[in-house]
């Protein structure tokens, strides 16, 4: 079993060896932190982490950890935990993860409820609109038997975030051919070299709303677990920068801190 923890920098860690740390971004860099592995082993994507996140970590993870058979992404400050803290004495145990998944497929952070937004408009009012047709047109063409669940992600408030789950092999095998395969055919139709700022990480943005199609689709169980997050989030910003983007569409607005 391995969680690979996706970080850009130094951090603190979990003292379980289930949980390696992955230098994301390793082939644009020269240095290393004491006990990472890079990203930029093996068939990987490394080079493309600007514009793909903590998803280059888990493309590394795909074709380099076969041999696992439980394989999970967290991030450098997010976990799913035994419950909500900010302590990395409750992140999930291998115990914990083995007894979840005898009984369900797939562990998830638990959802974010928008209320008063659905996903196609969230994503509209915090991204660059493009690469979102797209993705529609990609998945209409391309994977039409995943149409109907886009179709309903689209028009629900909720969604499972941060591109975090565990699970076992073959199903994390068929989880990330059916993203990799989604995304590489948008990256060749989206100038995403010409992004800037938070608009550059479109595909780890993308991802995003993926995860639950696959779910639905391949008619998979999951079972949803708190975070154990190392740094607190300020909730009335977050709310705030929410609203700005949904009702004050011409002033700026951050979509991800």
Known sequence: MKIIVAAHKPYQMPKSDIYLPVYVGSALKDDM??????????????EMNPYY???????WA???LQDEDVLGLAHYRRYLGRKSSHDLAD???????NSALAEVDVLLPKHRNYVIDN???HY?????????????KVIELDYPSYLPAFRRMEASSKIHLYNMSIMKQGHFQSYTDFLFGVLEKVQAQIPYQDYQGQDARVFGFLAERLKD??????????????LVTT???????????????????NQPAKTHF
């Open 213 to 226: 199609v696959w779910l639905e689709t391949n008619q998979l169980t999951y079972r949803e677990f708190p």
């Open 231 to 249: 740094e607190k989030t300020n909730w009335i910003d977050k709310g705030t920068q929410f609203l700005k983007r949904k009702f004050l569409k």
């Open 91 to 97: 992140v999930l145990s291998e115990s914990d993860i």
């Open 124 to 136: 509209l009012n915090a991204h660059l609109n493009e690469p979102f047709f797209v993705l529609e």
């Open 119 to 121: 996903q196609r408009d």
């Open 62 to 64: 795909k074709y380099n």
């Open 33 to 46: 932190p004491a006990g990472y592995v890079g990203d930029d082993t093996g068939q990987n994507i490394s």
């Open 53 to 59: 996140n903590e998803l280059t970590a888990l493309y």
